[in-house]
């Protein structure tokens, strides 16, 4: 996933920690998720094609969709951003789908 923040162009890959402030993204994670399970967002484990290992969860592999990562870092960023636009080479899981569209409203 690709997102432009103050013009310039930041990537972000499924569990992605190559970034320099990637601590901060992943406690900006964890709190998003926290707002979207008290708006009513369940994680859809239908969206994991691949078995779960020991230090896993259903959130934790959810929570760690490029998607999710890029949205994350426009926050971290600039907190109080009105517009967040994430351009991917893939489809959208569901799960994502519904927490953007959660995160939007």
């Known amino acids: 996933s690709w997102t432009a923040v103050d013009g310039e162009l930041y990537q972000f890959h ?25 708006h009513g967002h369940e994680y859809d484990s239908s969206w994991i094609t691949r078995p779960l290992a020991e230090d896993e969860t259903i959130e934790s592999v959810l929570c760690g969709h490029s998607e999710k990562l890029a949205i994350a870092w426009n926050f971290v960023a600039n907190a109080d951003t009105t ?10 899981c569901g799960d994502c789908h519904q927490a953007t569209k959660l995160i939007a409203a």
């Not at 920690?17 to 399970?37: C, D, G, M, N, T």
């Not at 517009?83 to 959208?92: A, C, D, E, G, S």
Request: aromatic share 6%; net charge neutral.
């Open 83 to 92: 517009f967040i636009q994430i351009t991917k080479n893939l489809r959208v």
């Open 14 to 38: 499924a569990h992605d920690r190559s970034h320099p402030r990637s601590a901060e993204i992943y406690v900006e994670l964890e709190k998003i998720s926290r707002e979207l399970i008290d």
